[in-house]
């Protein structure tokens, strides 16, 4: 274990870059992230939710999601597990209203599909009456 002059500490290393640099495995019970500016941003009336096919074009091109680093960034600079859980959770929440959206159309799609089926046999019945 090295402790610098500027109070950093390093454990398997003896060059430590921040307050805690650990060269290894860290095994703990809990992890406390503070992080300010969470996500519930995308529950805003104002929110513009990207169409998913806007989404698509971005993943088919760049073979990751929006505002999330890609693997190849994630392997050069590391990643801010604070930054990130915020990010997943913008992802999760907007994830949960595209399904919100997605329910009501299917619904509205289902009652359509009712009405339809209803004047089909309405319909029938009369193409029947016609014929005797």
Do not use: C
């Amino acid at each position: 274990m090295r402790i610098t002059q500027s109070g950093n500490v390093g454990m398997g290393t003896t060059t430590p870059q921040s307050k805690l640099a650990v060269n290894g495995t860290i095994t703990a019970t809990q992890v406390k992230v503070t992080q300010t500016g969470w996500s519930d941003f995308v529950f805003d009336s104002g929110y513009h939710l990207a169409p998913l096919s806007k989404t698509a074009a971005f993943i088919k091109t760049n073979h990751h999601l929006p505002d999330i680093p890609s693997a190849k960034e994630i392997e050069s600079n590391g990643l801010d597990l604070g930054s990130m859980e915020k990010k997943q959770m913008q992802k999760i929440e907007e994830l949960t209203l595209y399904l919100i959206k997605a329910e009501k159309e299917i619904k509205e799609i289902n009652s359509e599909n009712k009405k339809l089926k209803n004047a089909l046999e309405n319909l029938k019945t009369k193409v029947e009456e016609i014929k005797s």
